[in-house]
């Protein structure tokens, strides 16, 4: 008995055919979706990275504030506007000052207080939004104290705001 080999009726030939666009249909209504998802997904992540960046710079400069070579001559940290505004000093004379004005962190190198020009973004309000910015003090018995540095920021695009939170001590401080 020998069979003959043949292939698809034009009826299955159709279902197939009508099978196969339904779901091409499914998957490109998705795809839209999916890429829209990533691409916020990549926002959010580049946000928190970029506002823990800044967070590590803050602590960084705290951690090495107070450290001169001889005799600092001022204090090694100073506070203004409730914690918006840092100064911080290390090796004699090396002043650096960290501010929040309009929805961005800037630095400026031998700042005299939180006032004046020339100070210098740390990012770009186009996009990335610093909603707020302190640092605070918490005092530790027997311990040197604890400095939190906290950032909020808001992406230009949708999604929630992210707090980056940060605690270095001061042991010269």
């Given amino acids: 008995m020998s ?21 091409g249909l499914g998957v490109a209504r998705v795809l839209p979706g999916l890429y829209l998802a990533t691409l916020n997904e990549v926002q ?5 990275e970029d506002l823990w960046r800044l967070a590590f710079t803050l602590g960084k ?9 001889r005799q600092c001559s001022g204090p090694g940290l100073w506070l203004a506007e409730q914690g918006r505004c840092l100064r ?13 004005r309009n929805d961005s962190l800037e630095t400026l190198s031998g700042a005299a207080d939180c006032a004046g020009s020339h100070w210098e973004k740390m990012t770009e309000p186009g996009r990335l939004k610093i909603v707020d910015f302190q640092v ?6 027997e311990l040197a104290p604890l400095w939190v540095v906290e950032i909020t920021g808001q992406a230009a695009g949708p999604g929630e705001p992210f707090v980056a939170r ?8």
């Fill in 3 to 23: 069979v003959m080999p043949r292939g698809f009726t034009l009826p299955e030939l159709l279902i197939a055919m009508a099978l196969a666009s339904l779901i």
């Fill in 44 to 48: 959010r992540q580049w946000q928190q």
């Fill in 61 to 69: 400069a705290i951690q090495r504030a107070g450290y001169c070579q």
């Fill in 88 to 100: 911080v000093q290390w090796q004699g004379s090396d002043v650096q000052g960290f501010r929040l």
């Fill in 136 to 141: 605070r003090r918490v005092v530790r018995s």
């Fill in 166 to 173: 940060y605690a270095v001590s001061g042991f010269n401080l």
